[in-house]
């Protein structure tokens, strides 16, 4: 074996170990989809979260609210939004489908906040609250970390960061954590700061083992610090650019992500065809052995070699806007 494979092979070894610690957590419900925690909270989610930014690209309204209550209902009980999906809509339809009795109590319900002072954080955390009809957030997330100076600014002293601890103390806010898809180095720079994180949110998929990885870099650091881990982007963005390149099913992308020591994997849904899929391949979830995760991994290594497949990594999304808009007011 070439030194080159022998590190692969190693490397994709010492994931699975964590994995496996992850899959072990792992608990039944009775609702039939498998809980994780969410690392030191004590809290549970289930293994597979319903995304925002595709249940809010729903055309009809209530074909988006029919789908958010089959959800609950079927266990996937974790649910991410963020403030600008859809300029807001995201957070409207959601925000009428908890509305219904006895729904909003069987859901961890996540948003992101996209401003980097203190005040945009409480405009949007105003927003986020009315929008989705409720008191309190469960988990609140700074969205969309990419820049070099994202981390000093939410920590400045009128950043954003003061807002969410007030928040949090205040009951608005019941954990805080951040996400992004860029680089790594957001990730590494955002968990250098002086906060013990909730959790962190990043790609998990077969091709970022190659590319700018953050399962290699940011995933390891999380698992030592305890710190929940929520996938996204398993089959590379919203028009699933993996499985149409690579030819790689989609419940096998989903497994090789819940392979790895995540709590949760958000998932793009905007039919009942994906949902149930998604249901399916959660309550039937069987870890990849590591043959498998080696060949996966394998297949993708000259497809993922530049990038563009995964083009969140190479471009600028997320809250860009706000960044650069309040860093020209600061």
Same mark, same amino acid.
């Given at each position: 074996?070439? @030194?080159?494979?022998?590190?692969?092979?190693?490397?994709?070894?010492?994931?699975? &170990?964590?994995?496996?610690?992850?899959?072990?957590?792992? #608990?039944?419900?009775?609702?039939?989809?498998?809980?994780?925690?969410?690392?030191?909270?004590?809290? +549970?989610?289930?293994?597979?979260?319903?995304?925002?930014?595709?249940?809010?690209?729903?055309?009809?309204?209530?074909?988006?609210?029919?789908?958010?209550?089959?959800?609950?209902?079927?266990?996937?009980?974790?649910?991410?939004?963020?403030?600008?999906?859809?300029?807001?809509?995201?957070?409207?339809?959601?925000?009428?489908?908890?509305?219904?009795?006895? *729904?909003?109590?069987?859901?961890?319900?996540?948003?992101?906040?996209?401003?980097?002072? *203190?005040?945009?954080?409480?405009?949007?955390?105003?927003?986020?609250?009315?929008?989705?009809?409720?008191?309190?957030?469960?988990?609140?997330?700074?969205?969309?970390?990419?820049?070099?100076?994202?981390?000093?600014?939410?920590?400045?002293?009128?950043?954003?960061? +003061?807002?969410?601890? #007030?928040?949090?103390?205040?009951?608005?806010? +019941?954990?805080?954590?951040?996400?992004?898809?860029?680089?790594?180095?957001?990730?590494? =720079?955002?968990? &250098?700061?002086?906060?013990?994180?909730?959790?962190?949110?990043?790609?998990?998929?077969?091709?970022?083992?190659?590319?700018?990885?953050?399962?290699?870099?940011?995933?390891?650091?999380?698992?030592?610090?305890?710190?929940?881990?929520?996938?996204?982007?398993?089959?590379?963005?919203?028009?699933?650019?993996?499985?149409?390149?690579?030819?790689?099913?989609?419940?096998?992308?989903?497994?090789?992500?819940?392979?790895? @020591?995540?709590?949760?994997?958000?998932?793009?849904?905007?039919?009942?065809?994906?949902?149930?899929?998604?249901?399916?391949?959660?309550?039937?979830?069987?870890?990849?052995?590591?043959?498998?995760?080696?060949?996966?991994?394998?297949?993708?290594?000259? @497809? =993922?070699?530049?990038?563009?497949?995964?083009?969140?990594?190479?471009?600028?999304?997320?809250?860009?806007?706000?960044?650069?808009?309040?860093?020209?007011?600061?």
């Amino acid at each position: 074996m070439s @030194p080159t494979r022998r590190e692969f092979v190693q490397t994709v070894v010492a994931g699975l &170990a964590l994995g496996s610690r992850m899959v072990q957590a792992q #608990e039944d419900s009775p609702a039939g989809i498998p809980t994780r925690p969410l690392g030191k909270t004590g809290e +549970r989610v289930s293994i597979i979260g319903l995304g925002g930014w595709d249940i809010g690209a729903v055309k009809d309204e209530n074909e988006a609210i029919a789908i958010m209550h089959e959800a609950i209902q079927e266990g996937l009980t974790f649910f991410d939004n963020c403030w600008e999906y859809h300029n807001g809509r995201s957070e409207e339809v959601m925000g009428k489908a908890l509305a219904a009795p006895g *729904y909003r109590d069987k859901v961890f319900l996540m948003t992101k906040v996209c401003g980097r002072d *203190y005040k945009t954080a409480r405009s949007n955390l105003e927003d986020s609250l009315r929008r989705l009809q409720t008191d309190r957030i469960d988990l609140w997330q700074f969205h969309g970390i990419q820049w070099d100076d994202d981390p000093d600014l939410i920590f400045a002293e009128n950043g954003a960061f +003061r807002f969410a601890i #007030e928040a949090q103390k205040a009951g608005k806010v +019941r954990y805080i954590g951040f996400t992004g898809h860029k680089n790594p180095r957001f990730h590494l =720079a955002m968990l &250098a700061k002086p906060y013990d994180w909730a959790s962190v949110q990043m790609p998990i998929n077969v091709l970022d083992a190659h590319y700018q990885s953050f399962q290699k870099q940011v995933l390891p650091e999380c698992h030592r610090r305890d710190i929940g881990v929520i996938g996204m982007k398993a089959l590379g963005s919203q028009n699933g650019r993996i499985p149409r390149e690579t030819g790689i099913d989609a419940p096998t992308l989903r497994c090789f992500a819940l392979s790895l @020591p995540i709590s949760s994997l958000i998932c793009g849904i905007q039919s009942r065809e994906n949902l149930k899929q998604d249901i399916l391949m959660a309550r039937n979830f069987k870890p990849l052995t590591e043959s498998d995760l080696v060949a996966l991994l394998e297949r993708t290594k000259e @497809p =993922a070699a530049s990038g563009v497949i995964e083009q969140y990594k190479v471009g600028n999304y997320g809250c860009d806007w706000w960044h650069n808009l309040q860093k020209a007011s600061g």
